[in-house]
């Protein structure tokens, strides 16, 4: 069953991906085919962990595509505050300009954070560091292309979906239909919930487009990101054919508890938590990043 919702399926935005392989993550360009303003869904910014190093080569292709098409960058959006990579969200506006807008419980993982990283009272926990806090049904624009944001929480508190025309891009609500669904473990997560936002998403119309913010290739397949709804729920592994949430939530939480944290967490939340900013440097210039102890 479908449900009504504020966007046009005739509309069919220009998407392009881009695939970054140290952490599976793929963030896209989506362009309104009407005029030449466009979007910028999770962009990445690199980090040799061991040495303490942030580059910014998969940001500067985000860049390259946007001025090398004469493109208009209105937004960046992040579909929820990733655990495996920093967000390149800043570095972008500072070449391209755009607002950085985020679910509206970024809040919530401000508060829950603040403490594990043992953050001052000097670190706003209001969402503050964002342009944007969208809330659930929240309508904005891309150009002439009318959007709409959908608050799917369960993998963290602040996920949202985000449809652009026939295009939807899910965050880790979902992956593709032979990886089935994201943890629920972290802070905030619950396996329930998730299965209610997965549901949301798969009541859109069986045509809608998907776009997957990750993919691990499972059984050595290609890399892929994209699909569709009819396709999700006739072969979801975790979700598909009808599966009930009691099944999804128990399969869910003895999944979860078999899994170690993302190797790039502790970097990515303290930064991606403001916004994609790093912590304030010191007196001396130097910047930090805490690495909690029996905490995660």
Not at 175 to 193: I, K, L, N, V, Y
């Amino acid at each position: 069953m479908s449900v009504n919702y504020p966007a046009d399926m005739n509309v069919s935005p220009e998407v392009t991906a881009f695939f970054d392989e140290a952490s599976n993550t793929i963030s896209y360009v989506v362009k309104d085919p009407a005029s030449t303003s466009c979007a910028i869904i999770d962009p990445v910014m690199d980090i040799d962990y061991a040495a303490g190093r942030i580059t910014c080569d998969h940001a500067d292709e985000l860049i390259a595509f946007v001025t090398g098409n004469g493109l208009s960058l209105e937004w960046l959006i992040e579909t929820h505050v990733h655990a495996d990579h920093l967000s390149a969200a800043p570095y972008i506006q500072g070449k391209l300009g755009g607002k950085i807008g985020v679910g509206e419980n970024i809040t919530v993982i401000q508060e829950v954070f603040g403490k594990v990283f043992n953050e001052g009272t000097e670190f706003q926990r209001d969402g503050s560091q964002f342009d944007k806090l969208f809330a659930d049904a929240d309508i904005y624009m891309v150009g002439e292309m009318r959007c709409f944001a959908m608050a799917t929480p369960g993998h963290t508190p602040a996920c949202m979906t985000h449809t652009m025309g026939n295009a939807t891009f899910v965050g880790d609500t979902l992956f593709m239909p032979d990886g089935g669904s994201a943890r629920a473990d972290f802070p905030g997560g619950d396996a329930g919930e998730l299965y209610d936002s997965i549901q949301k998403v798969l009541n859109l119309p069986d045509e809608m487009k998907l776009y997957m913010c990750h993919d691990y290739a499972p059984n050595g397949r290609d890399i892929a990101w994209e699909t569709t709804v009819v396709e999700q729920k006739a072969h979801n592994i975790h979700v598909g054919g009808g599966k009930n949430k009691d099944e999804f939530v128990a399969f869910r939480t003895e999944r979860d508890a078999q899994l170690g944290m993302p190797k790039l967490i502790i970097p990515s939340l303290q930064v991606n938590m403001r916004g994609g900013e790093l912590p304030p440097a010191d007196a001396q210039g130097t910047t930090f990043l805490k690495v909690p102890v029996n905490l995660l």
